[in-house]
């Protein structure tokens, strides 16, 4: 009996573990979980249930179809709720604040999900709001209130709920200081977006800002790649240039001292142009005429000069 005891137990650790949600000893206590308003954010709304804890490993279990998404911009852990309106049935709010890595992590997942089109809101350090859903993301937490019941609630429930998390949260310093390098002229407000892997679909860009650019009656997509030194930028260019060469497409390259540039011909995003800038690489592709962007591209690249 006793051996069969020393057998049911570890296996009955492992379910628990392996339960939606993290109800390891002290998750009640867990930090995450007291950025929740816990009595509710504002008159009539108040806490159904128990909140719930969800990680790297048992995120797929709230978000399944999703978590892959979470994973690049260094997701760490999920504190999730769900608020009703007490004189309102029907009307239900969830709530899910995620913590990535960095800020600059928070907002590449938030800008995922952001659409240019739709209106901004006061919460965080950058927030839009639709009829169903509001968004923002502060410090290194991206959160997601949204309706989940019969009746959509009033938008001033969805920014009342949005504002308690934020007081809650670190204060943090606004936008990440990368987004400083697409702070130029011709970039079109609300485009900009963060990606933590394969920038432009390529593995050899690891990571980088793109954003759309409008300059002189052309539109193009800018980018910046994002590298630890000048000598892995270097390689990053390299690579390109010889994908574009084995993809037989023409290439004029410049190239003096420790700084290169090219133009040519993509095969998925038609002509494009490259710079190095030190551990950065700053380019346009989609280009329909180069000389009208170009001074977009010398901003950006002049903006990579102040940055270590």
Same mark, same amino acid.
């Given at each position: 009996m006793k051996?069969?005891?020393? /057998?049911?137990?570890?296996? /009955?650790?492992l379910m628990l573990l392996a339960s939606p949600g993290l109800h390891a000893a002290g998750a009640e206590n867990?930090?995450?979980? +007291?950025?929740?308003? $816990?009595?509710? =954010?504002?008159?009539?709304?108040?806490?159904?249930?128990k909140p719930a804890l969800f990680t790297q490993d048992t995120l797929f279990d709230h978000i399944n179809g999703e978590a892959e998404l979470y994973h690049p911009f260094r997701f760490d852990m999920l504190a999730t709720a769900r608020y009703v309106n007490r004189g309102s049935p029907g009307r239900e709010? $969830?709530?899910?604040?995620?913590?990535?890595?960095? #800020?600059?992590? $928070?907002?590449g997942i938030w800008s995922n999900y952001r659409k240019a089109d739709t209106p901004g809101c006061a919460a965080g350090a950058d927030c839009v709001l639709s009829a169903s859903q509001l968004l923002f993301y502060q410090d290194r937490y991206f959160v997601k209130v949204q309706a989940t019941g019969d009746s959509v609630p009033a938008p001033d429930a969805f920014l009342a709920c949005a504002q308690a998390l934020s007081r809650n949260l670190p204060a943090g310093r606004g936008r990440p200081?990368?987004?400083?390098?697409?702070?130029?002229?011709?970039?079109?407000p609300k485009t900009e977006r963060y990606v933590a892997r394969s920038l /432009?679909?390529?593995r050899f860009f690891r990571r980088g800002l793109t954003a759309v650019a409008a300059a002189g009656g052309e539109r193009a997509q800018v980018f910046v790649l994002i590298e630890e030194s000048a000598t $892995? +930028?270097?390689?990053? =260019?390299?690579q390109y240039l010889s994908s574009?060469?084995?993809?037989?497409? *023409?290439v004029r390259l410049t190239s003096t001292g420790d700084r290169a540039a090219l133009e040519? +011909? *993509? #095969? /998925?995003?038609? %002509?494009?142009?490259?710079?190095? +800038?030190? %551990?950065?690489?700053?380019?346009?592709?989609r280009l329909q005429d180069a000389v009208a962007v170009k001074p977009v591209i010398e901003e950006m690249k002049a903006r990579t000069y102040s940055r270590p």
């Open positions: 051996r069969l005891h020393l /057998l049911v137990l570890p296996v /009955l650790s867990s930090p995450m979980l +007291s950025i929740l308003p $816990a009595g509710g =954010f504002a008159g009539g709304w108040i806490m159904d249930g709010i $969830a709530v899910d604040v995620y913590r990535m890595g960095s #800020p600059l992590d $928070a907002f200081g990368e987004l400083d390098l697409l702070r130029v002229r011709g970039v079109v /432009l679909g390529y $892995a +930028s270097r390689q990053a =260019f390299d574009l060469k084995e993809a037989g497409k *023409d040519g +011909s *993509d #095969p /998925l995003y038609g %002509r494009v142009r490259v710079e190095q +800038s030190g %551990r950065y690489l700053v380019g346009a592709i």
